[in-house]
């Protein structure tokens, strides 16, 4: 039987913490918050996206950055592992669109109710309030940590599982990256993703908290196409957020972080501009004698409606029936191409994730253990690995997290 110290209580932590113990390990999770899984608890928007129930390939897909390194990991532990897990802990599951698995109440507080019931069944010690400050190494292995009172804990094998920089208040600043460059890791530069772009255009503003379900979205870098996708967004005070925005983030982020880019909305990408303007003529022939202003009132959010208006290029007092054809194809041509001005990415504490981490080169893909220091392993967001949202990311943890614990 090895002691096993575990750096962190989140959610590679957690469940790596269930596995080595079940495997007759003797573990310690050392958490410095006052409790255990505190950024699981406000994931999903509180109800906790724990996995995806894809297909394999789709699976892989959904990460962005070293996706090959997972290999391993992902079928020694798949999504439907994940799902058995979680309903062998008694937490009943569903699945919504886009394969999201969510808890069937809702509720992120099951499902870390289910982790924490495993690991005391399993004998987990969990030490909360205790900060790790460093990493004990002899003649290159890890041989137990040191915390911030000054005590020094001997043990056989050390996780890191410290996560990121994003939602620093969970506890997510940084540690597990100190650590690493101590001991003569690389880590890649780290950046926020699944995270609001910034939006220079004032009118972002008059749109404040108005989301828009079934838009098509382009992100470009001068002429060339970054990302296209279809589905749901929102207006924020600082430009945009919501679900489209958020997964664009983990592939147009990098360059964002560094120049503008240029975000081109389609409010109706289920029409062709001939079928858009059959419709906009409609709305014309039942308010042929009314403002342009009031005749458009039909094709857009009420909220939406005095910006489109404002910048469509049609005086707001021109009668219907005076507006030219190439005025006509000008705004529709607008309704298919709204344009607006990434100006860089908001930070770490509006982030899901953290992009970046400690180099998977210098990391065995099978075992999650160090190259460079035997005895040393690294699990879940400390890693550089991230992935789109809709559960992929606690995958990586859950998987991450198996592969270590059933390594030692």
């Not at 990408?269 to 202003?293: G, I, V, Y």
Request: aromatic share 8%; with cysteine.
């Amino acid at each position: 039987m090895s002691k096993i110290l575990i750096i962190g209580g989140g959610a590679a932590g957690m469940m790596a913490s269930v596995f080595a113990a079940r495997n007759g390990h003797e573990v310690h999770i050392f958490e410095k918050n006052e409790k255990t899984g505190k950024k699981l608890y406000i994931t999903g928007k509180g109800r906790c996206n724990l996995t995806n129930a894809c297909e394999m390939d789709a699976l892989f897909a959904g990460v962005c950055s070293n996706k090959k390194f997972l290999y391993s990991a992902f079928y020694g532990f798949t999504n439907r592992d994940a799902m058995n897990f979680f309903e062998d802990a008694g937490i009943k599951l569903k699945v919504e669109r886009g394969n999201r698995v969510f808890p069937e109440s809702d509720r992120s507080a099951d499902v870390l109710d289910g982790l924490r019931r495993q690991m005391k069944q399993a004998g987990v010690q969990v030490h909360l309030h205790t900060e790790v400050t460093d990493i004990l190494t002899e003649q290159g292995r890890a041989v137990g940590i040191c915390l911030a009172d000054g005590r020094r804990i001997p043990g056989d094998a050390v996780f890191t599982a410290t996560g990121g920089l994003s939602y620093a208040s969970t506890g997510s600043t940084g540690d597990g990256f100190r650590f690493a460059e101590k001991l003569g890791h690389k880590v890649t530069p780290c950046q926020p993703s699944l995270v609001p772009f910034n939006i220079r255009e004032a009118f972002v503003k008059e749109l404040q908290g108005l989301s828009l379900k079934n838009v098509e979205i382009r992100i470009r870098n001068g002429k060339k196409e970054l990302y296209r996708e279809f589905g749901e967004m929102l207006f924020t005070h600082f430009g945009v957020s919501g679900p489209l925005i958020l997964t664009a983030s983990s592939y147009a982020g990098k360059l964002a972080a560094k120049q503008e880019l240029t975000l081109v909305l389609d409010l109706k990408p289920a029409l062709t501009l001939e079928q858009l303007d059959r419709r906009l003529l409609r709305e014309f022939t039942e308010h042929k004698n009314k403002a342009f202003k009031n005749a458009v009132s039909g094709l857009f959010p009420a909220r939406l409606t005095p910006v489109m208006i404002s910048l469509g290029g049609i005086d707001p007092n021109k009668k219907v029936h005076e507006i030219s054809r190439e005025e006509r194809q000008r705004f529709l041509r607008f309704i298919k191409n709204l344009e607006m001005t990434i100006t860089g990415l908001r930070g770490f504490e509006e982030a899901i994730i953290t992009r970046g981490g400690v180099s998977v080169k210098e990391i065995h893909p099978s075992t999650m253990e160090s190259r460079l220091v035997s005895g040393l392993y690294f699990i879940g967001e400390v890693l550089d690995l991230d992935a789109v949202t809709g559960g992929f990311n606690l995958q990586i943890a859950w998987s991450t997290a198996y592969a270590a614990a059933n390594a030692v």
